[in-house]
């Protein structure tokens, strides 16, 4: 289960020394794209506890990111709260969320699974797309970030905020690996490979998925709080379904069932999705620039051969290969 | 139809039964499959429970076993009215089982099989911040296991990789690996050769005497050796209870059942 990956320490090293090299000598814009990446590979690195290990096909995980901007945006703006409160607050509000929402959507499973989750994210979405307290469709300004006068610093520079971020998802990445590297672990990747057979050996199944549902959540929000202080506002759109689909994506080509997959699949898909839409890039490798109006086209060709040349994910590919060479 | 428990072993005539099925009735749309079955088994006892393909052994376990809410009767294990329990609360009440057909975790290795019971026997499932590697103590439970039922060679194989057999014996070591109080075997050594069936027959025998058995097997050889009583269903009806000696020479048996084989 665990001990049969060789390759999730080097690789997470790689990452850990390319985000490294990436944020040394950065300008403005890189910065922004790391804080980006941070985010959404906690986002992801999240899902995947459910998706990978856990075997539960989540479509609504935005509704925690939406939950815990919100919730960000809320304690800050409307209370005063310093902001280290309110991402504390967002944590709590998603995982509440996950945890009266969970009771429901636990009990089904398969492509009822994704459904109910499906309607929980857009539920969440239209709340926040109507509620007038949270300013309906135009969402919420004026989020400010960590007030790190204390060690001299400034979060409002780039370099600083994406540095956060970047800690902190190193952050959620080492506590994921403890989470699924222990018993409670072992259990969910049970659970996804034979539940009937481990509730028969005794397990409560649906405590283990409701516990599994509510961590997730838990750090979607956190994800969501991250998104809110990074772009300075909130709105709907970070509940709306397609932003689950893409966490799901970025899971699926990454590699479900690794946490750094999952990650490495928040970098690619990032990374494509700036590069892709920039004219600049185009014409930097010799095509016409005006491919960049056609990105998103683009991005689909590639999730189509990545899912093709590599049915596990970059990760999956990446083991298969490094097994093919040591026996060779 | 004697009602009373029979004492195997020597039992006191003072105990409960560690299980009592009462009166279980169930049908699967129009199809009555089990008719008023009680069953009663004193601590230790081994019981055998035999019948025609389709009698409804199978689902008398999953009645049994929490799978299936009967349409009415009740199960009790050691005293406790478990009739509205699930699978998993009475799988820790001491209640095991295994399946007539393997029902394992085939992308894993016997190694991570047997710690994953383990893991739920130790009560340490929902331990999440301490490595799993660290829990020495459900890993060795796990190894000793392995030696104790010859799968010392392959803790380390992939489960889908093992021959038919070796997978038969790994679905009695993940029921054993809970330490359970009954044990329930679904045709243990269904599919098996003679040689492994001697093998399986000599490990039955040999689990502890404190061990309450419920034995569904098919070769009446293994369990007339076994047993202390046997209980016959046909459809879905209890045609007999009664030793082993009794079974053997009763006519009705030997018509409807035996006759068959
Ligand atoms: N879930 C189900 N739905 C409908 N019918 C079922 C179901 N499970 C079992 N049956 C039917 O109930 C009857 C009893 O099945 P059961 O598996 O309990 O028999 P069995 O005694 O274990 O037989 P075998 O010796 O073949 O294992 C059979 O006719 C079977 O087809
Ligand atoms: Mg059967």
Not at chain 1, 122 to 132: G, I, L, N, R
Not at chain 1, 209 to 222: C, D, H, Q, S, T
Not at chain 1, 268 to 289: K, Y
């Amino acid at each position: 289960m665990i001990g049969r990956d060789p390759l999730h320490l080097p690789v997470a090293a790689a990452l850990v020394i390319a985000a490294g090299v990436a944020w040394y000598g950065g300008d403005f814009f890189r910065h922004e794209v790391l804080a980006e990446i941070a985010i959404y590979a906690i986002l992801a690195m999240s899902l995947d506890l459910l998706v990978g290990y856990a075997g539960l096909v989540s479509l609504g995980h935005a509704a925690f990111f939406a939950a815990g901007a919100y919730a960000t945006a809320a304690c800050t703006v409307f209370f005063g709260w310093p902001v280290s409160a309110a991402t504390v607050a967002a944590v709590g509000c998603a995982a509440a969320l996950a945890a009266v929402a969970g009771v429901f959507v636990i009990r089904v499973s398969g492509v009822f699974f994704i459904m109910i989750t499906l309607a929980l994210g857009q539920m969440v979405y239209a709340y926040f797309f109507k509620a007038s307290e949270f300013g309906k469709d135009d969402g919420m300004a004026g989020i400010p970030r960590p007030d790190l006068s204390m060690i001299g610093l400034d979060a409002t520079d780039p370099q600083v905020f994406s540095a956060l971020t970047l800690i902190a998802a190193f952050g959620v990445w080492a506590l994921l690996r403890t989470v699924v590297g222990s018993p409670f672990g072992a259990m969910l990747v049970a659970i996804h490979r034979n539940e009937s057979r481990v509730r028969a050996l005794g397990c409560p199944v649906p405590r283990y998925k409701l516990a599994a549902f509510v961590l997730a959540g838990a750090i979607g929000g956190f994800a969501g709080s991250l998104i809110a202080q990074h772009s300075g506002f909130v709105s709907p759109d970070l509940g709306f379904w397609t932003v689950s689909g893409e966490v799901l994506i970025m899971v699926i080509i990454g590699g479900m069932g690794s946490l750094v997959g999952a990650a490495l699949g928040a970098v690619v898909m990032v990374l494509l999705r700036h590069e892709l839409s920039h004219r600049a890039f185009w014409e930097a490798i010799g095509l016409p620039a005006d491919l960049a109006s056609y990105w998103q086209f683009v991005m689909g060709l590639i999730f189509i051969a990545i899912v093709l040349l590599a049915g596990d994910g970059l990760y999956g590919r990446l083991l298969t290969t490094w097994r093919r060479l040591r026996r060779s | 139809m004697s009602t009373t428990t029979a004492h195997a072993r020597g039992h006191g005539s003072t105990d409960t039964p560690i299980l009592h099925a009462e009166a279980i009735t169930h049908t699967f749309g129009s199809l009555l499959v089990t008719d008023s079955v009680t069953l009663e088994l004193a601590p230790g006892e081994r019981h055998g429970l035999i019948g025609p393909n389709g009698a409804g052994k199978t689902t008398l376990f999953n009645i049994i076993a929490g799978e299936i809410v009967p349409d009415s009767g009740s199960v009790h294990l050691g005293g406790v009215d478990v009739t509205r329990l699930k699978p998993d609360r009475r799988a820790r009440l001491g209640l095991a089982r295994s399946f007539q057909h393997n029902n394992l975790f085939t992308d894993l290795t016997v190694r991570e099989n047997l710690s994953i019971a383990g893991a739920i026997a130790h009560r340490v499932g929902h331990v999440a911040w301490r490595a799993f590697a660290r829990h020495r103590e459900v890993h060795a439970s796990a190894e000793s296991l392995a030696v104790a039922l010859g799968l010392e060679e392959v803790l380390d194989t992939v489960v889908r990789h093992l021959s038919y057999g070796t997978q038969r014996q790994l679905e009695i070591a993940l029921a054993l690996a809970l330490d359970p109080m009954i044990l329930l075997l679904d045709e243990p050594t269904a599919g098996m050769s003679p040689e492994e069936t001697a093998a399986m027959k000599a490990m039955i025998a040999a689990l502890p005497a404190s061990l309450t058995l419920l034995v569904i097997e098919h070769d009446m050889e293994v369990l007339f050796d076994l047993a202390d009583r046997i209980t016959v269903l046909d459809y879905g009806k209890v045609l007999l209870q009664g030793t082993p000696r009794e079974v053997r020479d009763s006519d009705v048996v030997r018509s409807r059942y035996l006759g068959m084989q």
